[in-house]
C-alpha cells in the first residue's frame, strides 16, 4: 500500500526558501505523476504543480516564477522549493499522488499534510 | 484559467437524506472532474474521478454525474461518518483549480 509522508521546516522567514520533501513508501516514484498542493487555514485547496519521472513537468502560472518541483528516484523522495515567501505561503502543504487515464487525471493518494507559517 | 464553482457552500441534513452538491465549470473541461471528501483536520480523499467513476473502497452511496459544464455529486443516504466538506476539481488545463467547497453540515 502507497503511503505518503510530508517533512520540513514548520517555520519559515519572509524573503527565505521553503524547502519540503515528500517520501513515497509501499511502490517506486518511478511511475505516475507527483504533486504539491496547499491550502491556507480556513481555506480551499490550491494545486502548485506535478512532476513527473521523464522530466515533465507542469506549474501552476500563479507560482510558477517561485516553484521547483523535483523527484530523487534513489531517494524515492520528490521534493518542493518556494522561494521568496511571504505570509500568504502560510498553509498546510499536502504532496499527492497523480493517477491518470485516457480520461481523468486524479489525486488518488494524499500525504497527511505539514503546516509551513511563513513569519520572522 | 478554468473557474470551478460550487453550489452550495454550505448545506445542513439529516442522517438518511439524499444530498446532491453541483459543480459548474466556467468551460469545458471533457469528464476531468473528480471529487474529494475532506474531514477536519485531514486530507482530502479522492470519492470520483472521471466526473462518475468511483474510487476503489468508495461506499456506492456516492455517485457522480455530468451534463455538458454542469457536474454532480450525491450521497443516496447520508451517514454520520458524511459530515464533511466536499471539494470539485478538472484537471483539464493548467493550472487544475479546485471548487470553494460545500461543507455538509448536520
Known amino acids: 500500500q502507497v503511503q505518503l509522508q510530508e517533512s520540513g521546516p514548520g517555520l519559515v522567514k519572509p524573503s527565505e526558501t521553503l524547502s519540503l520533501t515528500c517520501s513515497v513508501s509501499?511502490?517506486?516514484?518511478?511511475?505516475?505523476?507527483w504533486s504539491w498542493i496547499r491550502q491556507p487555514p480556513g481555506k480551499g485547496l490550491e494545486w502548485i504543480g506535478y512532476?513527473?519521472?521523464?522530466?515533465?513537468?507542469n506549474y501552476n502560472p500563479s507560482l510558477k516564477s517561485r516553484v521547483t518541483i523535483s523527484l530523487d528516484t534513489s531517494k524515492n523522495q520528490f521534493s518542493l522549493k518556494v522561494t521568496s515567501v511571504t505570509a500568504a505561503d502560510t498553509a498546510v502543504y499536502y504532496c499527492?499522488?497523480?493517477?491518470?487515464?485516457?480520461?481523468?487525471?486524479?489525486?488518488?493518494?494524499w500525504g497527511q499534510g505539514t503546516m509551513v507559517t511563513v513569519s520572522s | 484559467d478554468t473557474q470551478m464553482t460550487q453550489s452550495p457552500s454550505s448545506l445542513s441534513a439529516s442522517v438518511g437524506d439524499r444530498v446532491t452538491i453541483t459543480c459548474r465549470a466556467s468551460?469545458?473541461?471533457?469528464?476531468?472532474l473528480n471529487w474529494y471528501q475532506q474531514k477536519p483536520g485531514k486530507a482530502p480523499e479522492l470519492l470520483i474521478y472521471?466526473?462518475?467513476s468511483l474510487q476503489s473502497g468508495v461506499p456506492s452511496r456516492f455517485s457522480g454525474s455530468a451534463s455538458g459544464t454542469d457536474f454532480t455529486l450525491t450521497i443516496s443516504s447520508l451517514q454520520p461518518e458524511d459530515f464533511a466538506t466536499y471539494y470539485c476539481?478538472?484537471?483539464?488545463?493548467?493550472?487544475?483549480?479546485f471548487g470553494q467547497g460545500t461543507k455538509v453540515e448536520i
Open positions: 499527492a499522488r497523480v493517477n491518470s487515464g485516457s480520461n481523468y487525471l486524479a489525486f488518488d493518494i
Open positions: 512532476m513527473h519521472h521523464s522530466g515533465s513537468n
Open positions: 468551460q469545458s473541461i471533457s469528464s476531468f
Open positions: 509501499g511502490g517506486s516514484i518511478s511511475r505516475y505523476y
Open positions: 472521471a466526473a462518475s
Open positions: 476539481q478538472h484537471s483539464y488545463t493548467n493550472p487544475w483549480t
